[in-house]
Structures are given as structure tokens and as C-alpha cells.
């Protein structure tokens, strides 16, 4: 594995870049939905391995965390949803001045040939001295890590990838899920959205349901619980009687409360996906529903939250969109051109960037959406 590090990167010591700040404007009609706006979307990278979160590095370059392929290694452990087999092939790449280039690589990261599924580096962000940290998902019980060896080290846990090439665990996500289980249920756990401030970190444990705050030394507490929600009589109830929230994204507000996106269990009905309000120690208030898979959200200077949702249809079919929720509650479509997108991050004038194909090894790509 390979960090390369531009000469700017260690000149900003105490550069902690924070996800954008997310405003709560009173929840909507669902129905408030008009024409989709007329949009630009462009390749700005290509050729990624199952592209995830976004971030801008101190650098000023466009960071991008890749969770791996779809080579299956000889490593495997037997998990409730097929095997998960060791394959390394993690990465962040970094777009600086038109140039793409693999900064990272030799992350941990699995494929799961049963469902498809490449569980790697899922969020990023950095924190002090530049140094980017990445979420590293697992999507199972968190003491099947150890049916894959000394591979199994850094899966479901936040990671900081050092400039001499090496990794290190910051925290072990998954453990506090194992030693816990907040949510209740099966033991459960797949680390996903990552929010770094000066001095705090969060991390959303999409398979535990919760949210969880790093501290020094990697010490975890838990700030919020998320609740599942029953499915409504239909053609999916039974078999589903209950959908699980599987919190994605984190992000603070100027309120100074936390902000959480969800993306939904199966049957990922039309609809049911929020954005909740935090405050440690009450129950989420839910303040912008009837949304599908939410994998991530952003919010620009006028306080518009933008709203990236992975599919359009139950059991994850159909495009990906973004909706815009302006702050008085109107909503507008600004593309449903999308192919299963991860993450959203706002650059200037207006401009988007977002993840695309974010399931798929080799042509996962990130694209620049003009408005």
C-alpha cells in the first residue's frame, strides 16, 4: 500500500476538513416535488473500484474512498449472507488539477460472491496533520472477523491511513456493536458515514443501527439509536413486517445538532428513507421524510439540502436521484440520470460531485453535475 502525499498536505497541520452543515427546514409535503431542473453531468473520474464517500483534502484536491473489486481471495469466513472473501483492494484516489491518481491502495476490503457485495473503505475524511481516515465496512457479526486470520484486522473499524504507506486502527467500530448491541436485534454491524471536527469524530454504524462518537484513543459512545419502522400491509408485508433504518451519513448542523441520513432495510419501500435531528440522549427527530435509500446529503450556502437517493424502487431497482429541498420546502428533482450513487460533496458556484457506480469494481466513476 502507497500514501503519497502532496508537499501542501503537511504544511496545514491543523486542517480538519467537516462534512457540510446540514439546516432542518420544517418537514415538507411529500408531494411538494416539481419538474426536474435541467442539469450537466460530466465524467471527471473513472475507471474506480466501487467508488464511496467524497471529501476535499487540505490540499484542495477532490478525495475519493474506493471500497475494492470484486476478486474474490482465498481468504474466506462464512457470514448469514454468503461468503465474504479477503481481497485487499481498497483504495482513495485523488483528482488534483485534472489529474486522477491512486494515493492509497492494499486497504482492507472483501467480496461477497453471493450477493454481489465489495465491502471496503466506505467513508472519508482527515483530520489532524492531513491524514485521511476512512470507514472500513463489514456487514456481519463482528466476531466473524477473526475466520479470516490477521486479514481481518481493520475490517469494521475507522482506519488512518498514515504517509509512510501504513495503516492503523483508530477505533474498532464493530466491537462496540459486539460488546453493546445499543439498537437491539441480531448482532449486526457495517461501519458507513464518517464526520470529522476539530476534536469530535461520529461514525455511523449502518448495520447496528446507531451513532457513534470516537473519542481520543479510540474510546466509543454511543449518541443515538435509530428505530426500525413497520412495513405497511402489502405485498412485501408479510414477508416484512419490520424495515430497519440503516443510518448512512452524519453531518452537523448550524443548530449545532447532529444530522443522520437513512437508507432503509429490505424491502427499501418508496418513501420511507429520512433525514433525523440528534440530540444525545433523546430519540432522533425525523425532519425530512419521504425520501428512498438516502446514502448521503449535502447543503449549499442558501441552506438547501440536497438529498442523494441510491434507487427509486423496493429492493434497490431503478435510478439514482438527487432532490434538492430548498428552505422553504420546496422540492425539486435535479437528475434522476444516476446508477446506483454512494456519495454527494458540493463544490463551488453551485457545482456537484457525486459517486456513480458505486456497486460496481472498474467502471465506478465520480461525475461533476452542473446546475
Not at 454511543?222 to 419490520?242: D, I, K, R, Y
Not at 424495515?243 to 424491502?267: C, F, H, I, N, Q
Request: charged share 15%; aromatic share 8%; hydrophobic share 40%.
Amino acid at each position: 500500500m502507497t500514501w503519497k502525499p502532496t508537499p501542501l498536505l503537511a504544511a496545514l497541520v491543523l486542517s480538519a476538513c467537516a462534512r457540510d452543515a446540514v439546516t432542518a427546514p420544517a418537514a415538507p409535503p411529500v408531494s411538494t416535488d416539481v419538474s426536474p431542473a435541467a442539469a450537466t453531468l460530466s465524467v471527471v473520474m473513472s475507471g474506480l473500484d466501487s467508488p464511496r464517500g467524497l471529501a476535499w483534502g487540505p490540499d484542495g484536491a477532490l478525495y475519493v474512498a474506493e471500497a475494492g473489486s470484486n476478486i474474490a481471495g482465498t481468504t474466506c469466513v462464512a457470514l448469514a449472507r454468503g461468503a465474504n472473501c479477503y481481497s485487499g483492494t481498497g483504495a482513495i484516489t485523488r483528482l488534483w488539477r485534472g489529474r486522477q491518481q491512486r494515493v492509497a491502495a492494499g486497504l482492507p476490503s472483501g467480496f461477497n460472491a453471493a450477493t454481489n457485495d465489495i465491502g471496503g473503505p466506505q467513508d472519508i475524511s482527515f483530520g489532524f496533520f492531513g491524514i485521511p481516515y476512512v470507514t472500513i465496512g463489514w456487514g456481519g457479526a463482528p466476531d466473524a472477523r477473526a475466520g479470516l486470520g490477521a486479514l481481518g484486522r481493520g475490517f469494521g473499524s475507522l482506519l488512518a491511513v498514515l504517509p509512510n504507506g501504513r495503516w492503523v486502527i483508530a477505533s474498532d467500530i464493530s466491537q462496540f456493536e459486539a460488546d453493546n448491541n445499543p439498537a437491539g436485534g441480531p448482532i449486526d454491524s457495517n461501519p458507513y458515514g464518517l464526520l470529522m471536527e476539530a476534536g469530535r469524530t461520529f461514525v455511523t454504524d449502518a448495520g447496528g443501527n446507531s451513532l457513534l462518537r470516537v473519542h481520543p484513543g479510540g474510546r466509543l459512545s454511543l449518541v443515538s439509536t435509530f428505530p426500525s419502522t413497520p412495513v405497511p400491509a402489502g405485498p412485501f408485508n408479510p414477508p416484512f413486517a419490520q424495515s430497519e433504518a440503516v443510518p448512512t451519513s452524519v453531518s452537523r448542523g448550524p443548530d449545532g445538532k447532529l444530522y443522520v441520513s437513512t437508507l432503509t432495510g429490505v424491502p427499501f419501500l418508496p418513501g420511507a428513507a429520512v433525514i433525523y435531528r440528534v440530540t444525545e440522549g433523546q430519540p432522533p427527530e425525523v425532519v425530512l421524510r419521504g425520501f428512498t435509500t438516502i446514502l448521503d446529503f449535502a447543503v449549499d450556502g442558501d441552506r438547501a439540502v440536497y438529498v442523494l437517493q441510491y434507487s427509486g424502487a423496493p429492493f434497490l431497482n431503478g435510478p439514482g436521484s438527487i432532490v434538492k429541498v430548498a428552505r422553504d420546502g420546496t422540492r425539486t428533482t435535479i437528475t434522476t440520470a444516476l446508477t446506483h450513487p454512494t456519495s454527494i460533496l458540493l463544490g463551488s458556484r453551485g457545482t456537484l460531485y457525486v459517486s456513480n457506480n458505486g456497486d460496481k469494481a472498474a467502471i465506478g466513476e465520480v461525475l461533476r453535475i452542473d446546475q
